[in-house]
């Protein structure tokens, strides 16, 4: 790396880009081809212009396949992929180049057919051929251009022959790993388990064959064989290697063990060049990316979190093109900055469409990150998957179901996708099904896919939400235990019962015992996840008050500001009130002097603004919604006729506390607040969703729902016609940081 160049970069942005071409272009009379070509590659790596040095490097050396592959990279297209691919066939060699470059654009035939027939006696037959099996094992049965639709029968065939070809002529290290991958795409993380298992003993000392199997355990969510993997690597290549270290490293960010994963980073930084430490311009990608993974769970405070993103623009800067980077620095922004202005920039930036799409969606903007998916820019199938699988996660969380479908785009006989693929849109079909309130058709989707994919937490949670949905709680129970023992041994520790595993024992105890669903916060959550409520008007009453409330405790960020304006926006003729820890004890002592005590001795936020915000709703009524709920729009039309308004929350079926509207003086949060505030009083140390939130909300709404009386005027508004109106559970800063009820 040119350190005076990196140095630059790090510290501030170029006043002209540019610069370094032009100055390249000068002295390359006097440079080798090998240092001109290094050099080149050094300006691509920092994202920076490479013309007119390129152009005056690709005349003075016309049969550089190395230089028309940087020209294709800079510049992906028609023009430079025919110059390419002529310097290939011209000299018959490194077809491998063009393939990968066919690949890059998504042309896997194209790709493939580059291969086919290669010169044995091509100086680069065995890379070429390398990359003949690569390419093969990760078309699967487009290898041979075979539709998707083939019989499975086809597809097998094909498959043994890729495996044979891998057998037969890719020896070492490279076709072990190719092996491996042909056994993990086919038959699963289980096939690729049973090989581990039976073959790992016998491994090679090569850095690329842990690594790559190190993250396709990870990938599967088996961290006992990851351990076990990281054991052997470190065995093979010694506990100073610098792999090792980083795969440590790796284990102990996913731990969120800061302090370990600190620790060794800053070990590392003294072994890299033995004198104490290098400056962070000489430093890796990777070293970056896990220093900042470990930043973010570090930055509690708002300077911490103006370091992570000061270190992280500079990061991102010293090597635009690396996507793992890219998306760390949007995560940053998204702890820092004014969300509108970052939307603005991540709107207009069509090059990282992805990632920017993923962040919009997260920041609550689901219709710009529609709007960016729409793209059509050429890119590999993985990036075509992960496209398909955000489009399908947005239209799910706007209830468009079918269109959700639709956008997997699953194959007629599913069993083709590759494993890590099929794995992906079991899981996102199975989320549909639950949506439609089918677990039938999720637990059918579900199956197949866990005998292949036995360690993937995500579909055990699936699994447990089905389960919970059909009535079989015993079982919900097992899967959240297979859960909870694989998320144990990525931790190392046992992860504290979380809200699902409360709604599940709950409902399982409950029928143990013979309890009613009034007296069971499970069993009611799973009455309103399978039967919502229709509404049924009442007239005459005076309508909820225009009047919009929230809680917030501590410094107003910008997210923060950017909610209260966004709710007094679209409301203009309610009145908006924002309380904080002070105002609401003050409005407790006016209002509900017998609650002033049980409120100070709160030691979380959460509990304190769950008992406050019931209170507000039995006597002054109104909206209540959290800062974190960001409005697309007026919500008005849910309150007409209405004498409450409540959400049923997508995953168990319990009713939301973020968002509450009501007519002062219901007896539902009447008796709501008499039973959250005995629980608060009995209970050391509380666990707020329980206690003092939706759990103790659904008791008491499925109550208030059998009372003919209380019946009329409840609106229970659905997960999906909620999300169309308001985005939820935005990512405020403060939900990373230990005081947050549910860290």
């Known amino acids: 790396m040119d350190r005076d160049l990196a140095q630059a970069l790090w510290q501030a942005p170029l006043p002209d880009p540019a610069a370094p071409a032009r100055a390249l272009c000068k002295r390359a009379a006097r440079m080798d081809y090998t240092d001109l070509l290094a050099e080149l590659r050094r300006l691509q790596g920092h994202g920076l212009p490479l013309q007119p040095a390129l152009a005056d490097a690709l005349s003075r050396y016309p049969w550089s396949i190395d230089l028309a592959a940087l020209a294709f990279h800079a510049a992906p297209g028609a023009e430079t992929l025919a110059r390419l691919g002529g310097v290939v066939q011209q000299q018959d060699r490194r077809h491998g180049v063009l393939a990968w470059a066919y690949w890059t654009l998504g042309d896997a035939a194209q790709a493939l057919k580059t291969l086919a027939n290669l010169n044995p006696a091509s100086p680069s037959y065995p890379a070429d051929r390398l990359a003949r099996a690569e390419l093969r094992c990760l078309a699967g049965s487009q290898a041979k251009g075979i539709a998707p639709d083939t019989a499975t029968e086809i597809a097998k065939e094909i498959t043994a022959e890729i495996t044979a070809e891998i057998t037969a002529t890719i020896a070492g290290a490279d076709g072990l790993r190719l092996s491996l991958l042909q056994s993990w795409r086919e038959g699963g993380g289980d096939a690729l388990f049973r090989r581990f298992d039976l073959e790992s003993s016998g491994f090679p000392a090569d850095p690329a064959l842990w690594n790559w199997l190190f993250e396709a355990l990870v990938t599967e969510g088996d961290y006992r064989r990851a351990r076990h993997a990281l054991a052997l690597a470190t065995e093979r290549l010694g506990e100073d290697h610098p792999d090792v270290r980083a795969l440590r490293i790796r284990m102990a960010l996913d731990a969120g063990d800061a302090v370990r994963a600190r620790a060794l980073l800053d070990d590392r930084a003294w072994l890299d060049d033995g004198t104490g430490g290098s400056p962070p311009w000489q430093w890796a990608p990777r070293h970056h990316a896990q220093h900042l993974r470990c930043a973010l769970i570090e930055s509690h405070s708002d300077a911490a979190r103006a370091r992570l993103l000061d270190h992280a623009t500079r990061a991102h800067r010293l090597y635009p093109a690396n996507t793992v980077l890219h998306g760390l620095w949007l995560t940053a922004r998204e702890r820092v900055e004014d969300w509108d202005c970052l939307a603005g920039d991540l709107t207009s930036d069509k090059s990282n469409f992805l990632l920017n799409a993923s962040t919009l969606s997260h920041l609550g903007l689901d219709g710009a990150a529609l709007e960016l998916l729409s793209e059509t820019a050429q890119s590999p199938p993985d990036r075509r998957h992960q496209k398909r699988l955000l489009r399908a996660r947005i239209l799910l969380r706007l209830g468009r179901l079918e269109a959700a479908l639709e956008a997997l ?36 989707v579900l199956a197949p896919a866990l005998a292949l994919g036995p360690t993937r937490m995500g579909l055990w949670l699936n699994a447990a939400r089905a389960e919970f949905m059909a009535g079989r709680f015993a079982q919900a129970c097992d899967a959240l235990a297979r859960f909870d023992g694989l998320k144990t041994a990525q931790l190392g520790h046992r992860p504290a019962a979380d809200l699902r595993n409360r709604i599940t024992e709950d409902a399982a105890l409950a029928v143990t015992q013979g309890r009613a669903a009034t007296d069971s ?61 002070s105002t609401a004890r003050d409005w407790l002592k006016a209002q509900a002097p017998t609650l002033v005590d049980l409120f100070d001795a709160q030691s979380l936020p959460a509990t304190r603004a769950d008992l406050f915000r019931v209170a507000l709703m039995a006597r002054q009524g109104g909206l209540f919604t959290d800062l974190d709920e960001y409005p697309r729009g007026p919500v008005d039309a849910w309150f007409t006729d209405a004498s409450a308004v409540l959400v049923i929350e997508e995953g168990y079926g319990t009713i939301a506390n973020n968002f509450l509207a009501a007519r002062p003086g219901l007896a539902l949060f009447t008796r709501l607040q008499a039973r959250i505030a005995r629980e608060l009083a009995r209970t050391a140390d509380p666990y707020p969703w329980w206690h003092s939130g939706p759990a103790q909300l659904t008791l008491e709404a499925l109550a208030a729902l059998r009372d003919p009386h209380e019946a009329s005027g409840l609106r229970f508004v659905s997960q999906a016609e909620y999300d169309r109106c308001v985005a939820t559970n935005l990512p405020f800063a403060h939900k990373h940081t230990p005081d947050h009820w549910r860290n």
């Open 409 to 444: 785009d699953p194959a007629p006989d599913p069993a083709q996708d590759p494993w890590p693929q099929r794995a992906d849109r079991a899981y996102w079909t199975a989320e549909i099904h639950l949506a439609r309130r089918d677990p039938a058709a999720a637990t059918a």
């Open 521 to 581: 916060p499970g069993l009611a959550a799973r009455h309103f996840a399978l039967s919502p409520p229709a509404f049924r008007s009442v007239a005459g009453p005076a309508p909820i008050p225009r009047l919009v409330s929230h809680y917030w405790e501590g410094r107003r960020n910008p997210p923060v500001e950017r909610g209260i304006a966004a709710w007094a926006r679209h409301h203009p003729d309610r009145r908006q009130q924002v309380f904080d820890r």
